[in-house]
């Protein structure tokens, strides 16, 4: 009996502290995912015009970071010139980056494509997000956005 309360409570330990964004210094230079530099990369006001075509890209653009995923750091968004968004994912989620990106300069290496984006998954990340049960429920059509699928992150500014 010793044995499994202990086990169950090194479990809780173990997911309390994986579900929270990774708490590391986030400085120019600092890299997430796959390490990459930030020569090449385009503004991500970019993107429309490069996804015109329906087809997925591999991309590198720069961009602030408008918002990371609170519960994990599994996504982030970034902003456009036209305020929309762009959202971006971690490939197969083997990273994830640090609440503290929010606000910063990055470059991001990675596919970008146009999907349409189901009312149950802008829902699900409208909860990530802590947004209130009343928005959430305002959550009725299906929306099309940019994605892009990050293999590496850096910081620049």
């Not at 400085?27 to 996804?51: C, D, F, H, Q, R």
């Not at 991309?59 to 456009?80: D, F, H, I, N």
């Not at 929010?102 to 009312?119: E, F, R, S």
Request: proline share 6%; with cysteine; charged share 20%.
């Amino acid at each position: 009996m010793k044995i499994l309360t202990t086990f169950i409570a090194f479990c809780l330990i173990a997911f309390g502290s994986y579900a929270q964004p990774p708490d590391v210094p986030v400085t120019p230079g600092s890299n997430y995912g796959s390490a990459i530099s930030a020569s090449g990369a385009v503004a991500a006001a970019e993107l429309p015009k490069l996804l015109q075509d329906g087809q997925p890209h591999d991309v590198k653009v720069t961009a602030v970071v408008s918002e990371v995923c609170p519960k994990m750091g599994c996504w982030m968004t970034l902003e456009m010139a036209d305020k929309t968004a762009v959202f971006v994912n971690m490939k197969d989620y083997g990273f994830f980056v640090p609440a503290a990106l929010k606000g910063k300069t990055v470059v991001i290496d990675g596919q970008a494509t146009v999907k349409k984006i189901t009312v149950d998954e802008l829902r699900h990340y409208a909860e990530d997000s802590k947004k209130s049960k009343d928005e959430i429920a305002a959550i009725n059509q299906p929306k099309e956005e940019i994605r892009l699928t990050a293999n590496g992150i850096v910081v620049v500014q």
